[in-house]
């Protein structure tokens, strides 16, 4: 059964500040891995989806990565903003028909201005 | 409509009522999914529907949950007997094409149904 994992569960930084989102997952046969922003109270946008052919995807000032082989992922926001306060989640699809989306717990960031 | 659309918000029950959670998929969206997520934590699948078919239910925590699809648009999840530990965001997710397809399989969230069971 896949398993994601999210460090850290939360994070708290000044603003400006870069910062590295991370992400694993123990089986590494997925099809893409999708990183979601959750608000208090809000559903998931989506931010940013690699395919399992993909390194990295890149929007703005995030960039996501992904090494399949080594089961990780990781999130980088460049020059944090107060408006950057949410919750982080990564989920991972499945290679087979039917595996959905898994979820890690998620990261909850605070950025003070 | 423009995106997912989730009904009601907001959802106050008290242990052992029935409550009935609705969602609008993305017009055209083939595939549906209900995940479930408690204070704090990630989402969690409950399952899946293919237009009305329901694929995969392997996540229903129990026989007191219950989801259909019936014209393979709108989606009602439904809690029978509810107890304290129903108490979650109900999310819905829709995707243009069937799980196993080609294509990004890229999935779009509602903002989810409050339930709060006292």
């Known amino acids: 059964k896949q398993e994601v994992t999210q460090i850290p569960a939360a994070l708290s930084v000044p603003e400006g500040e870069n910062l590295v989102l991370n992400c694993s997952f123990t089986?590494?046969?997925?099809?893409?891995l999708q990183w979601f922003r959750q608000d208090p109270g809000k559903g998931l946008t989506s931010l940013l989806l690699?395919?399992?052919?993909?390194r990295e995807q890149t929007s703005g000032r995030l960039n996501a990565s992904l090494d399949k082989s080594s089961g990780r992922s990781t999130l980088y926001i460049a020059a944090s903003q107060p408006g950057d306060s949410a919750t982080y989640l990564c989920?991972?699809?499945?290679?087979?028909?039917?595996?959905?989306?898994?979820f890690g717990g998620g990261t909850r960031l605070m950025v003070k201005p | 409509g423009a995106g997912v659309s989730q009904s009601p918000r907001y959802k106050v029950a008290k242990r052992g009522q029935d409550v009935a959670l609705r969602c609008d998929p993305i017009s055209g969206h083939v595939s549906l999914f209900w995940y479930q997520q408690a204070l704090g934590q990630g989402p969690e699948f409950l399952t899946y529907f293919q237009n009305e078919a329901q694929l995969d239910k392997s996540g229903l925590p129990s026989d007191r949950f219950f989801a259909e699809r019936p014209e393979g648009s709108v989606s009602t999840l439904k809690i029978q007997r509810t107890q304290q530990e129903d108490s979650a965001v109900y999310l819905c997710?829709?995707?243009?094409?069937?799980?196993?397809?080609?294509?990004?399989?890229?999935?779009?969230f509602g903002e989810g149904s409050r339930l709060t069971v006292l």
């Open positions: 989920a991972v699809r499945g290679n087979n028909a039917g595996n959905m989306l898994t």
């Open positions: 089986d590494s046969a997925i099809y893409n």
């Open positions: 690699i395919q399992s052919s993909q």
């Open positions: 997710a829709s995707s243009p094409r069937p799980q196993g397809q080609m294509g990004t399989g890229e999935l779009f």
